[in-house]
């Protein structure tokens, strides 16, 4: 058995940070939205520093298609949440 890497351990760090941090505002947001309120500010340039983060760990997450899955998850989140924001804003 092989010793995790250093890559290992800065997937991992991602991913503990998304899931205490990340994933319980995008929840709050993907609630936000689905009772058709529009998004702040605050709420935007959070999206877009996860958006930027991610396209940031791109290269690191190619490497290990084992994450893959979950990643395509998260984006999959991400666009439902601003596709939907987008309507709202459209409908406001």
């Given amino acids: 058995m092989t010793a995790p890497s250093k890559e290992d351990g800065v ?3 991602l991913i503990e940070r ?3 941090q990340r994933l319980p505002r995008l929840r709050s947001l993907k609630g936000k939205i689905d009772a058709g309120e529009l998004l702040s500010d605050e709420d935007l340039e959070f999206l877009d520093t ?3 983060d991610a396209q940031h760990s791109k290269p690191l ?3 290990h298609p084992e994450w893959q899955a979950f990643c ?3 984006v999959h989140l991400y666009e439902t949440i601003t596709e939907k924001a987008l309507n709202n804003e ?3």
């Fill in 11 to 13: 997937i991992l760090a």
């Fill in 50 to 52: 996860v958006i930027h």
């Fill in 90 to 92: 459209k409908g406001s």
């Fill in 18 to 20: 998304f899931e205490k």
């Fill in 72 to 74: 395509a998850e998260v």
């Fill in 61 to 63: 997450i190619d490497k």
